[in-house]
């Protein structure tokens, strides 16, 4: 038996660090914050549409943009009309099923989105600028990691529910 302390993860060590980390990005107003500053007035589920399809660099069909955002296509559509009467997407033809439509950001969209993501990538950047190369990278790994298992865990448990 080893004298070593266990050195696992304690989840309770973690949580209220979550906690802060939500507090603190809801208190701050970050997507509002960021949307003032680059001159989009949308409210966060359309402009989570946009960012969708920026981060997906293709057009998606309203089930995909739904699956992406972990929400019914009912949800995506009705903020679609909106994005659409704005001029930020359209709808085109599937290449692969002439009677399905993708949605597709204009250059109007795009540049919308890339300003707001160039904005708060920006501040997150800032925020590690003294970091060395390997914590961020160490950092970027990890909580993508977390996030996945987490995300898988909870929909696991989502399906047996149900």
Known sequence: ?????????DPSAVLPHLMQLSAVLNRSQLTERAMDRVGIALDRPALTVLITLRMAGQPLRVGE????????????????????????????????????????LTSQGDAA????????LGWFTDAVAEWSDEDR????????????DVTSRLADSDDQAT
């Open 65 to 104: 943009i739904a699956t992406r955002m972990q929400v019914v296509g009912p949800h995506v559509t009705r903020h679609l009309h909106e994005l659409e009467r704005r001029g930020l997407v359209h709808r085109v033809t599937d290449p692969n099923d002439q009677r399905a439509r993708l949605i597709e």
């Open 137 to 148: 990278r160490v950092f970027g790994t990890l909580l993508t990691r977390f996030v996945g």
């Open 113 to 120: 989105a890339g300003r707001y993501l160039e904005t708060v």
């Open 1 to 9: 038996m080893s004298d070593r302390k266990d050195d696992r993860l």
